[in-house]
């Protein structure tokens, strides 16, 4: 499974961005796809993983009601709706997956993408 993530860029604090993350693969559809972050001197952070049917979704308490995590298996894409948008939100932003959600969320999934960049200025 190969991972293509984009949508980051520069956004004033309270705006929102919208990130896409198109995976290929013939099963990626059948895999829980999720979105991670770091920011500069800290650690990689679990943000949000969604099933592979949709079904279910998580999230860390940090974003909880400001970001949204969708899928669309059509088009082998996972989407990641930020609102409200933070400077601490700053980060740069990588998709993952893994046939079993609890791997996403553990930060141990099978496969990365290359991050993408997003930039909250107060």
């Known amino acids: 499974v190969q991972l293509q993530a984009s949508g980051g860029g520069l956004v004033q604090a309270g705006g929102s961005l919208r990130l896409s993350c198109a995976a290929s693969g013939r099963t990626s559809s059948t895999y829980a796809m999720g979105w991670f972050r770091q920011a500069p001197g800290k650690e990689r952070e679990f943000v949000a993983v969604?099933?592979?049917?949709?079904?279910?979704?998580y999230y860390a308490d940090s974003v909880k009601g400001r970001f949204t995590i969708s899928r669309d298996n059509a088009k082998s894409t996972v989407y990641l709706q930020m609102n409200s948008l933070k400077p601490e939100d700053t980060a740069v932003y990588y998709c993952a997956a893994d046939p079993r959600s609890s791997m996403v969320i553990a930060g141990k999934n099978a496969y990365w993408g290359q991050g993408t960049q997003v930039t909250v200025s107060s």
């Open positions: 969604i099933t592979w049917n949709g079904g279910t979704t």
